[in-house]
């Protein structure tokens, strides 16, 4: 805009007219905005609420439910389901995060739609839409995961389509609203890992981790249980399904606060559960792993904090998905 004001002068041209600033300034603030891409809260008023004052009383209302159990988290574990069905087991886990020492926050998700094979997806966008302000991406340490070579980028659209990532967006937006201009996100999709796959991720995320000032957030829901799932594992021993489920979750569950990732697999290869972000899980894992092996001074403690099913089943024709949410913190 002021390149052309100057040619303007040299051509000879006194004083500018409000039309001949008009003209070159406006063209130069579209330039601006086109190249600012905003992935947008595509789930807003189907799986959640889209009008701002009854999300924030809903949230409001889960977490002041909710008590900081296990804090304040290095990292969180939420569920994805809609709101109705997920939003207060989810409100546990981010009762138990400090706002003021957080300027990061890595969320990580299961890609439910778009195959990534054993890779990982970065975001394109710029910001991400939620119905309280847009979540500014970090496009500097995106630039830096992406020269590791191994993470591929994420079409807008692909991103839009999937939920695990966009889920966790309204509750980070709602606890960090005081600090709403002083942090920014890294999105990651992650895709179906092999354990060695989840080894490399952990460890290229590791050194963020011990970043003082960044925080994770794992997305994942727990056992979806039914026909309509493929899955019908049951142990008669534990009492009608529902708590067969519950048992089966608190396996898997245990098996995650030894912070071993071996334990994880092992469980995961012995029970096929069906713990859709089991790889976001695994990359969370390897990283505290990671830590602990190069000595870092860190130790962390990783406790679950809410478990909750969208129905109990009783009959093979029932079904259900369960939600849990844990916290980690350093010792």
């Known amino acids: 805009f002021f390149v052309r004001l100057k040619l303007r002068r040299a051509e000879g041209v006194g004083t500018l007219s409000r039309t001949d600033i008009l003209s070159s300034f406006f063209p130069s603030v579209i330039c601006i905005i086109l190249v600012m891409k905003i992935r947008r809260a595509s789930h807003s008023n189907s799986w959640y609420t889209g009008d701002v004052r009854e999300l924030d009383s809903q949230l409001s209302t889960w977490l002041d439910n909710a008590s900081f159990a296990h804090g304040p988290a290095k990292a969180i574990i939420s569920p994805h389901a809609g709101y109705s069905y997920s939003g207060p087991c989810a409100a546990h886990a981010f009762k138990n ?168 697999d092992a469980y995961m290869k012995n029970y096929r559960n069906t713990i859709c972000g089991c790889h976001p899980i695994g990359v969370l894992l390897h990283a505290i792993d990671t830590l602990h092996n190069t000595q870092q001074g860190l130790s962390f403690s990783l406790k679950f904090v809410q478990y909750a099913q969208s129905n109990k089943c009783h009959s093979e024709r029932d079904s259900s998905v369960s939600y849990a949410s844990a916290s980690v913190v350093t010792n």
């Open 97 to 264: 995060i400090n706002p003021e020492t957080v300027d990061r926050i890595f969320i990580l998700g299961p890609s439910h739609h778009l195959y990534l094979n054993n890779s990982c997806a970065l975001t394109v966008a710029d910001y991400l839409e939620t119905p309280f302000y847009n979540l500014k991406v970090d496009s500097e340490i995106c630039k830096i995961l992406k020269k590791s070579g191994e993470f591929v980028d994420l079409k807008l659209s692909d991103d839009e389509n999937e939920h695990s990532l966009e889920m966790q967006m309204p509750y980070v937006a709602k606890v960090m609203e005081n600090r709403a201009e002083a942090f920014t996100v890294v999105p990651i999709l992650v895709g179906s890992l092999s354990f060695e796959r989840e080894r490399v991720y952990g460890e290229i995320l590791a050194p963020y981790l011990q970043d003082p000032r960044t925080l994770f957030v794992i997305s994942s829901d727990f056992c979806h249980w039914g026909n309509r799932f493929r899955y019908t594992y049951y142990d008669e021993k534990h009492g009608e399904i529902w708590q067969s489920i519950k048992n089966l979750d608190k396996m898997g569950m245990d098996s995650i606060e030894t912070m071993n990732p071996h334990a994880f």
